[in-house]
């Protein structure tokens, strides 16, 4: 599957990705998310939690695994970062739980072979000042990045798919 690659002049375009990408997720889907420390993986949630109507504070679970959230779909933040590919039972159960949740992962690679299948991977870099790439890959559903990279486009925000570009 090619890529989607947006093109984010700021905090603000990235939480219109966000909020883009959650238009399109249900109860059961899984986003993962990779980027350094400061990326903006907690802006891109944050956007998401507000279009799913998650009312109040949403802040990164660095410190406590995971968060859940209520809303019209209830969404969980799961931060796999400390977890370095350890077997953690709580991390179990939070995903045997997330059925009924969208659920956004951010340092998927922690969670080894044993992590979930996501409907959208999610990769933030750093491009200089506030800008970022964020990369959005599906790996099953072609029509979920065109659906995004047409609203996105939309509101004036870069986003090109990356034909016969690796998604790896």
């Known amino acids: 599957m ?29 986003v993962v998310l990779e980027g350094e420390v400061g990326a903006g993986k907690t802006t891109l949630v944050r956007a998401a939690a507000r279009e799913l109507g998650v009312a109040g504070p949403v802040t990164s679970p660095t410190f406590t695994l995971a968060r859940r959230y209520p809303g019209r779909h209830p969404l969980l933040h799961i931060d796999a970062y ?22 956004f992962i951010e340092w998927p690679g922690a969670l080894g072979a044993d992590g979930p299948t996501p409907r959208i991977a999610v990769t933030i870099e750093h491009s200089g000042g506030d800008r970022r790439l964020i990369r959005l890959v599906s790996p099953a559903l072609r029509g979920d990045l065109e659906r995004i990279g047409d609203d996105l486009r939309s509101r004036h925000i870069h986003a090109e798919p990356q034909p016969g570009a690796d998604p790896g």
């Open 2 to 30: 090619s890529p989607l690659d947006v093109r984010s002049d700021g905090p603000s375009d990235t939480g219109h990705v966000g909020a883009a990408l959650a238009r399109l997720l249900s109860p059961g889907d899984v």
């Open 82 to 103: 400390r977890l370095a590919g350890t077997d953690d039972e709580e991390l179990g159960l939070l995903l045997d739980d997330a059925h009924d949740a969208v659920t």
